[in-house]
């Protein structure tokens, strides 16, 4: 039999005490932050999320909109741009969008291409509020939506509430309706009406920037029924504003552009520092950062591609983002726009011994660079789908290195990791996010030397390949160091990209 809701939350509360600090003391360790010391009598503070989706908001058309409450909330928070895929992943629609948001895997996973959602795969990659009523059936989740598909296909039947709004202002209404009344613990909103403007009108006219404050105020009103809740103080609430996608200038979305591409989160609560800017974090990354605030950890076979944001750290190609560089070649790119470097971290290297002299100054061998630049290169080309990159990553790019003339022979670079530490006799696992993409002759393969011996084969791609990799490698004995060794050659055809580069024992 399956209990009622009020059932639910008197056990619940019946049991608080007992599982309370234990929940809390999951949290902090999901987040990445110590607990609080036991026997001491502190107040637990019960964990709270809000997620509101803007459709069709523009992160680029901030500055020119009257937006206080998201302007305070990026000065209370952090605040992560980032780019979505494009075709032939999936286009930069509301499905593949919120689908992506929802779940924490990008579309190749969840399988949504489209507003039909004909293909999603919701029993492999279910919405994190799902996950959240599996882990504990007397959370209360809340999803209150303008747009139907989103409240009623992208968010499943697990869902505890599901409402629906006419408009923004009706949905509002009823989320601040909710969040006042009830003890909701996890609630999703969405706003449509941005994207409405930005169909009929393109981010360049008035009447979308006017639709961007509109939001901004329905937000408020939202964030406001949060903050006078009566039990506010006991509350440790997360709050997160994000986007499906972006909109042209001249009206419209699906396509490639850098503005149909660029989405956001800002995120305010613990373990997010005030007016923090990342570059690493992903719409993917919401999910399981939900899930973490509730000490729900993600298990390894969900084969999620999103992180808890306190999880996350730099690699070494991340430090590489004071020193990149503007355009040098790639004149269709804007001319303040800095993001390539043929210089390699400490500790890596480059060996460009056997490239022919000339073609393209940035990708001239193994460069390092954002996706704002590379990506941005030469549209169409798959390129946009190098979403498990995060911040700067590695990229061999033959077919972009062939646009000037160069000497004889084809392109063919090496890139080295520095030295990692192995165990001899034991196994070791190799990781790395890669996107290998092929048009043409062309060749990659990963090896590992030990102990500065010969180069052992670990990996040939001779197809295309978007994912993140784990490769076991047997260490011989005795054995105390390695190298990794990322060999691509290419002849006009297309790309490799490298990055979160790790060797554990």
Do not use: C
Not at 461 to 488: C, M
């Amino acid at each position: 039999m399956q209990l009622s809701r009020p059932l639910r939350a008197a056990l619940a509360g019946t049991l608080a005490a007992a599982v309370l600090p234990l929940a809390a003391s999951a949290n902090a360790a999901a987040r990445g932050e110590e607990p609080s010391p036991s026997g001491a009598g502190d107040a637990v503070k019960r964990p709270k999320s809000l997620v509101i989706g803007v459709d069709g908001a523009t992160f680029a058309a901030f500055d020119k909109a009257k937006m206080p409450r998201v302007k305070s909330l990026m000065a209370g928070g952090m605040t992560a741009t980032g780019n979505l895929y494009a075709n032939p992943m999936a286009p930069t629609s509301s499905g593949p969008g919120w689908s992506t948001i929802a779940t924490g895997v990008w579309p190749d996973k969840h399988k949504v291409v489209d507003n039909s959602f004909d293909g999603a795969r919701p029993d492999l990659y279910p919405d994190y509020a799902t996950r959240l009523e599996t882990a504990d059936p007397t959370l209360d989740t809340l999803v209150v939506g303008t747009w139907a598909p989103l409240r009623d296909t992208v968010f499943g039947p697990a869902v505890d509430t599901r409402l629906g709004g006419v408009g923004d202002a009706d949905t509002t209404a009823t989320a601040v309706s909710r969040l006042k009344t009830t003890d909701v613990e996890a609630a999703f909103v969405h706003l449509d009406e941005v994207d409405g403007a930005g169909h009929t009108y393109g981010t360049a006219h008035r009447a979308y920037l006017d639709a961007l404050a509109k939001a901004d105020t329905e937000i408020g009103r939202i964030l406001d029924a949060v903050t006078s809740r009566a039990t506010y103080a006991d509350e440790d609430w997360q709050i997160v504003v994000t986007a499906d996608h972006g909109h042209l200038p001249n009206g419209g979305h699906g396509g490639n552009s850098p503005s149909e591409r660029q989405t956001f989160v800002i995120a305010k609560g613990a373990g997010f520092t005030p007016g923090s800017v990342r570059h690493d974090v992903k719409v993917t990354d919401i999910a399981p950062t939900v899930l973490a605030h509730f000490g729900v950890a993600a298990d390894p076979a969900w084969q999620l591609d999103g992180k808890a944001v306190g999880t996350l750290a730099p690699d070494a190609f991340d430090a590489l983002r004071p020193a990149l560089d503007t355009r040098v070649d790639e004149l269709a790119l804007p001319a303040s726009l800095k993001g390539w470097t043929t210089t390699p971290p400490s500790g890596w290297t480059i060996d460009n011994s056997a490239m022919p002299a000339g073609g393209v100054t940035e990708w001239r061998g193994w460069s390092f660079a954002t996706d704002e630049f590379w990506s941005n290169t030469d549209l169409g080309q798959g390129r946009e789908t190098n979403v498990r990159a995060r911040d700067v990553f590695a990229v061999a790019d033959s077919d972009e290195w062939d646009d000037r003339s160069h000497g004889v022979g084809p392109f063919d670079s090496t890139l080295t990791s520095p030295v990692f530490p192995v165990s001899g006799g034991a196994p070791a696992t190799v990781s790395y996010a890669t996107t290998y993409k092929v048009d043409g002759p062309q060749t990659g393969d990963v090896h590992i030397s030990f102990d500065g011996g010969p180069r052992q084969l670990l990996r040939s791609y001779g197809a295309d390949r978007n994912a993140y990799e784990k490769l076991t490698v047997a260490v011989p004995p005795g054995a105390t160091t390695a190298r990794l060794h990322f060999h691509y050659t290419g002849t006009n055809s297309a790309f490799w990209t490298i990055d979160q580069v790790g060797l554990t024992p």
